[in-house]
């Protein structure tokens, strides 16, 4: 919870107390956390190209849905990381509800973050 511009009631201390002469949240450091993921499926070679399959039956949560958009970034270019889908219209368990109803499905997440996605009749298009 923020406290008057800050992350606590005790960081708004400090920056108007000891503190107070000291930078605050001046300087952003980025990090990386290192992991390996081990791929469901494949590879599938087209070519020059790299095609892995994720198999997937619903994202459980947040966490889960955004490592692959990390290790989707890890990849080569020629490199390909899609979804089949079990349910692809299943909605998020933790999306928000629309203002028109429902929630956000599988399907349209991957479309959102630019991953393909297939169900089980679809996948033989890559097969």
Known sequence: MK?????SRW???????VLRNV????VVIPYTI?????VDYGPIKKGKNV???EAKGFFRTTQEAAK????????KPNEELVFL????????????????GGK????????????????????KTIL
């Open 104 to 123: 956000m499905t599988h399907c349209e997440w991957a479309e959102r973050h630019g991953f393909r996605w297939f169900d089980e009749i679809s996948i």
């Open 23 to 26: 930078p605050y949240h001046e």
């Open 3 to 7: 406290y008057k511009g800050k992350d």
């Open 11 to 17: 960081e708004h201390e400090l920056c108007t107390g």
């Open 34 to 38: 290192e992991s390996n993921y081990s």
């Open 51 to 53: 095609i892995y399959i």
């Open 68 to 75: 692959y958009k990390w290790i989707r970034e890890a990849m």
């Open 85 to 100: 889908f079990q349910s692809p219209n299943k909605p998020l368990k933790w999306a928000r509800p629309r203002k028109a």
